[in-house]
Structures are given as structure tokens and as C-alpha cells.
């Protein structure tokens, strides 16, 4: 118990980090700097992602090398995020130049008028909903009166949970109702939250869900694929700038092409995989994941390229009945997965 507790006090200081801003990575970042480029370096591709499982492409491309080996007239950084917010104000602020994010941040921003482009996906799933062992929180129906967090208001996660609740007749102290709702939590504390009785429930990305179930003996209230959207909704896409789309065609396409590397390799290597996603956790924290929890996990998620966009449009509407929205979403223009089809169709 005490090594999974420092897990999360560790994991937590990291991401405390990168909420401040220092969010490249200290011991695991990987920068090109050599190779057989085929001509001299052209200019940087700063790429993000989250340290979460469902961020597996990510992680793989990163550790193994493959971005670095596509984007070969590009100087490659990587920086991790706690949460969708600080990603999308990364993105906003030009730190980043595309990466790994839930599609919740990234529809937010899109129809607030910011520049953001979805080129691709990298997971389904990878929601799960669960419950302090003692809170009485069994079903959605025993929510009322108790309390959830999430990784940031209005996040993927977040509209998942308060849609379902939403349709059972509850709703978030947001809205008047009788749930309370903690928001920009980071899925690190979660363990701490529950340890404490500070919250009952939580919507909460893999593997920290599922570690909560097996190491915190937390209820799985509802599985990940009951979860509204829960097989189609992309967890995480691969987004960048209407901008650097246009001015950087062939960083996008190299990074694609990469990404792909990622998900064939995930799909063919589930150990390594999992043994890739748990050494870039240790470099963050000097913690592991238990193996167990991890292939758990994994079961509960889909890694892929494959972008739903019905679904990205279904989540939106549900944002917008829950008043994160004030005008309803259309998101015509925010998906353009033309590239990465076109490698797919080679």
C-alpha cells in the first residue's frame, strides 16, 4: 500500500510541475539531435502528450524513437500535461506544435474560435467510473447527495459522467443539482482523494481508474464500455493548428507516419507496450505501476487510428445540454483526417 501511495505523491509533484509551466520533461524527454536526416535540420516540432495508458501511441513513438526517425529535417521535443486545459493553452500559446489530447479540450476550444485541427486518433475508451469503496456509491442512481472529480470541468470525462447522470434525472451542483463536482483534479491525486473520504466518486482516465479498483479496492460503478460514447468516442486525439498544418505539411505528415509505427507496435507488443508506458512513469517518479493493474487497464481501452467523428459530434451535443456550451456545437472544419488516411491507404 505504501509503494502505491508514493506512486501517486510522486506522480502528483510531477504534474504539480508541469501545471507551473515546467512541463518537458526531465529524464525521459528525448530531443533529435543526429541522425541520418538527409540534410540539415529545418526547425523544431515540440509534441504533447499525458503520462495516462490511453496515451500508449504517444509514449511508444516517443520512447522508441519513431518520431525522431520520421521527422527527419525537424529537431524533435516532447512535453507532458496533467490535463486537457493546460495542453489546448499550451497549444494556444504556440509552446506545442500538435500532440495527444482528449477531444473534450480540444471541441471546447475549437468553438470558442481557436485553432485546432483533429488529424487523427489514438484511443477509445479508456473511462472508467468508480467509487470509494465505503461511499454507498454502488449505481448512478446513488450519486445523489455525493460527490465525483474529474480531470478538468467540462472535460472528456466529465460530460461522460454528468450526461448519464443528467439522463437519470441528477445533476452537478453546477447546475443546481444535488451532485457535487470537483474539477482539475489530476488523475495522480485521485488515490489520496479516496484515501482521505475527500470525494465519493470519480470519472477517471486509465490507469488510474482501474488502479483505484485493484490496489483501493474502489466499485466499478460503470465499466468502460457503458460508458456514454464509451466504444466509439475517441479518448485521445492527435490535434495541431490550422497554421502549422498549412505552413509545416511535411511535419504533420512525418508525425502521422510515426504515430502509425506507434499503434502497430502497440497492437503487435502489448508487454512491451506496457513495459514502455510504466519506465516512462518511472522516469517521471522513481515509481512503477503494478504490472497487473497496467494489463487490466489495457483491456478496458482500444489503441487505434480510427476517428470517429459522429461521436466527437455526439459528445459535443451533450456538452451543450449540460451548459458547457452556450451555442450549439458545429464542428464542421475541426476534424481533417485526410493525411493520415491517405498513409493508411498505402
Excluded at 113 to 136: C, F, Q
Excluded at 234 to 255: N, W
Excluded at 311 to 330: G, K, R
Aim: glycine share 10%; aromatic share 8%.
Amino acid at each position: 500500500m505504501n509503494i502505491i501511495r508514493n506512486v501517486f505523491i510522486a506522480m502528483t509533484a510531477v504534474l504539480l510541475l508541469v501545471g507551473c509551466g515546467e512541463g518537458e520533461d526531465q529524464q525521459g524527454s528525448q530531443t533529435s539531435t543526429e541522425g541520418d536526416t538527409g540534410g540539415e535540420k529545418t526547425g523544431d516540432v515540440t509534441i504533447g502528450y499525458f503520462p495516462n495508458l490511453d496515451h500508449a501511441a504517444a509514449i511508444v513513438g516517443k520512447e522508441k524513437g519513431y518520431f525522431e526517425e520520421e521527422l527527419v529535417n525537424y529537431n524533435v521535443d516532447f512535453t507532458h500535461f496533467p490535463n486537457g486545459n493546460d495542453f489546448i493553452d499550451a497549444l494556444d500559446a504556440g509552446n506545442i506544435d500538435l500532440g495527444y489530447v482528449g477531444p473534450g479540450p480540444a471541441i471546447n476550444y475549437f468553438l470558442s474560435g481557436g485553432d485546432v485541427v483533429v488529424i487523427g486518433a489514438a484511443a477509445n475508451g479508456a473511462t472508467l467510473i468508480v467509487s470509494r469503496e465505503d461511499s454507498g456509491i454502488l449505481t448512478l442512481e446513488d450519486f445523489d447527495g455525493g460527490s465525483f472529480c474529474t480531470p478538468g470541468n467540462g472535460c472528456t470525462h466529465n460530460v461522460q459522467l454528468e450526461i448519464m447522470l443528467n439522463e437519470i434525472g441528477l445533476k452537478s451542483n453546477r447546475l443546481g443539482g444535488t451532485v457535487e463536482h470537483q474539477s482539475r483534479v489530476n488523475p495522480a491525486s485521485m488515490v489520496a482523494m479516496f484515501e482521505q473520504g475527500q470525494i465519493d466518486a470519480a470519472a477517471a482516465p486509465e490507469p488510474w481508474g482501474t488502479l483505484l479498483v485493484e490496489e483501493h479496492n474502489a466499485n466499478v460503478v460503470t465499466e468502460w464500455n457503458e460508458v456514454f460514447l464509451g466504444k466509439e468516442l475517441a479518448s485521445v486525439v492527435i490535434v495541431t493548428s490550422s497554421d502549422f498544418l498549412e505552413s509545416h505539411p511535411d511535419a504533420v505528415e512525418q508525425a502521422l507516419r510515426a504515430h502509425k509505427r506507434s499503434v502497430d507496435f502497440a497492437h503487435e507488443n502489448t508487454s512491451d507496450t506496457l513495459n514502455t508506458v510504466n519506465d516512462l512513469i518511472f522516469n517521471l517518479t522513481q515509481s512503477r505501476l503494478p504490472e497487473h493493474v497496467l494489463e487490466k487497464a489495457w483491456e478496458r481501452m482500444v489503441v487505434t487510428t480510427e476517428t470517429h467523428g459522429e461521436a466527437l459530434q455526439a459528445w459535443a451535443t451533450a456538452s451543450y445540454e449540460l451548459q458547457f456550451m452556450d451555442v450549439e456545437p458545429d464542428l464542421d472544419g475541426f476534424v481533417d483526417t485526410s493525411i493520415l488516411d491517405a498513409i493508411l491507404s498505402e
